[in-house]
């Protein structure tokens, strides 16, 4: 294959490494005529994507797959241009090396609800992205593909590392999915703000809190002398009891006070109303009453708006994790060296952050054909862990790109248990990095100093659960006297039905 192709096949892999594709809402797929729309407001190919493109290889890889396969990760079409361009480029790499083997873009905004009756249907696109939360749950329930014999047609079996294997497979060893990226959360930093409230050391770097009650006294301090939001939340949907679970884990809210836990009978309870959670949530209702450092639009602000407000200068610290590092930079015009990525805050119950990731699992009707033509195409846009050294050339102009559109290029989380493609991202990474790491160092160190201790999420309906604690937030960050303890005991009960009606015997 020629050299050229190479590179391109290789510029989304590090668009994803660096951060640049981030999970996102909407619909729509590409027009009948199999291009893409321009996304409106979007950056347009730069010339040399656009020559990648024209340079399309010919070389037929397996002529003898005959399926269609339905693509539920593909971009919508509000997605950037480049990226779209990008998509329309490998459709025509997929056709090119795989001829009768026909594609059909469907971009899919999973969540388990609108997953679960697609998949009984046959609806479903044959590749979808679930959060880990949920594959097995998916597993348990039959709504995915066993795809263990086309992983082990790619070599991918002996690149698994054993936490995946435990998350993506059943009790006989066998594989629905494969991993597609991974994050730690933490907080991103404002530093225009930090430095606009004096809060810069003699090295002129911002003093990032490190405990949840710094965090909002620096709040604080923030509103005082900016009037800007010290913290921005978005406690719309299910993002802000997402984002509270990390803060009650910091408050003690695990194992005898876990949020949710299995009885005697193997029946699940929910646990909203220990004194951690409790302790966590009055912390909560005092950012907006003692402290009043968060944004005003809060109960509005979804995962995208509080990226906008950050990046746009109307807050100065928001809790958000390595890959969307690209979201209030090159996507809000926040210059890198104003940006930092820093640990989560502790709290009086410990240091944890939470860590999660999005796999690529099957809908339960693919064939086995179909998983390897789905892997083939997975393989073209570089998410495989695959190493040559033209891939290692495209891996670079890739980083390259990057860097030139205002991403911070930073050490990767690794996916796969491939020390060398590992050592081959960190080291391209190092090599065009845009940043002063002292603005990110402490967030990499703290994920093997033992400094912070890294968890999954809770282990059942995860989003419903983080859909009532955000009600929770809603009632108390609007509503001056709302009781912090009535407030969780009805979740908790709300909760506890779904349970009920959904898993217990």
Not at 262 to 284: C, H, I, K, L
Not at 289 to 310: Q, R, V
Request: charged fraction near 20%.
């Amino acid at each position: 294959m020629k050299k050229r192709v190479f590179r391109l096949l290789t510029i989304l892999a590090f668009f994803t490494l660096f951060g640049v594709l981030a999970a996102c809402g909407g619909g729509g797929t590409s027009g009948a005529d199999g291009h893409t729309p321009t996304a409106p407001g979007g950056v347009e190919p730069s010339e040399e994507v656009r020559e990648e493109i024209r340079d399309i290889a010919t070389d037929v890889v397996n002529a003898d797959l005959n399926v269609t396969i339905t693509l539920g990760n593909w971009p919508p079409d509000t997605a950037p241009a480049q990226e779209l361009a990008l998509f329309d480029g490998f459709r025509e790499v997929m056709r090119a090396q795989y001829p009768n083997v026909t594609v059909i873009p469907a971009f899919f905004s999973y969540t388990l609800a609108n997953y679960l009756p697609m998949a009984r249907g046959g609806t479903a696109p044959n590749l979808f992205q679930p959060p880990f939360t949920d594959p097995q749950l998916l597993i348990n329930q039959g709504l995915v593909a066993d795809v263990t014999d086309a992983l082990a047609e790619f070599g991918l079996l002996e690149k698994f590392s054993p936490s995946y294997i435990e998350l993506l497979g059943d009790e006989n060893g066998r594989l629905f999915g494969l991993p597609r990226d991974g994050y730690v959360l933490g907080m991103h930093i404002n530093i225009d703000l930090f430095r606009e409230a004096g809060l810069m050391d003699e090295n002129d770097l911002p003093l990032i809190p490190t405990t949840l009650h710094e965090m909002a006294e620096t709040g604080r301090i923030i509103r005082e002398r900016t009037g800007a939001a010290g913290l921005v939340f978005p406690a719309s949907e299910t993002f802000g009891g997402w984002l509270f679970s990390n803060m009650a884990w910091n408050f003690g809210a695990f194992g005898e006070h876990a949020m949710q836990y299995q009885d005697a009978d193997g029946n699940w309870r929910a646990n909203f109303t220990s004194p951690p959670m409790v302790e966590a949530m009055y912390f909560m209702r005092s950012l907006r009453w003692d402290y009043d450092i968060l944004n005003a639009d809060a109960t509005t602000t979804d995962w995208a708006g509080s990226h906008n407000i950050l990046g746009t200068g109307r807050a100065a610290m928001n809790f958000a994790a390595n890959d969307s590092v690209a979201e209030p930079t090159a996507g809000r015009g926040l210059p890198v060296d104003s940006f930092a990525l820093a640990p989560f805050p502790a709290g009086p119950g410990g240091s944890f952050a939470l860590t999660g990731g999005t796999a690529f699992m099957f809908s339960p009707d693919t064939s086995h054909d179909q998983a390897l033509a789905i892997l083939g195409f997975l393989q073209i846009i570089g998410v495989l862990p695959v190493i040559t050294d033209d891939t290692v050339a495209a891996m670079r102009a890739g980083a390259i790109s990057a860097r030139d559109r205002g991403v911070p290029v930073l050490p990767p989380i690794p996916a796969w248990n491939d020390e060398e493609f590992i050592a081959q991202q960190r080291a391209i990474a190092a090599e065009f990095s845009n940043v002063d790491m002292r603005l990110y160092d402490d967030f990499f160190d703290s994920l093997v100093d033992g400094r912070i201790s890294l968890r999954g999420e809770e282990p059942v309906f995860t989003q419903q659960m983080y859909r009532e604690l955000t009600a929770v937030i809603q009632r108390l960050i609007t509503r001056e006297i709302a009781d912090v303890l009535t407030a969780l005991e009805q979740a908790e009960g709300r909760f506890q039905e779904f349970l009920d009606d959904m898993i217990n015997r």
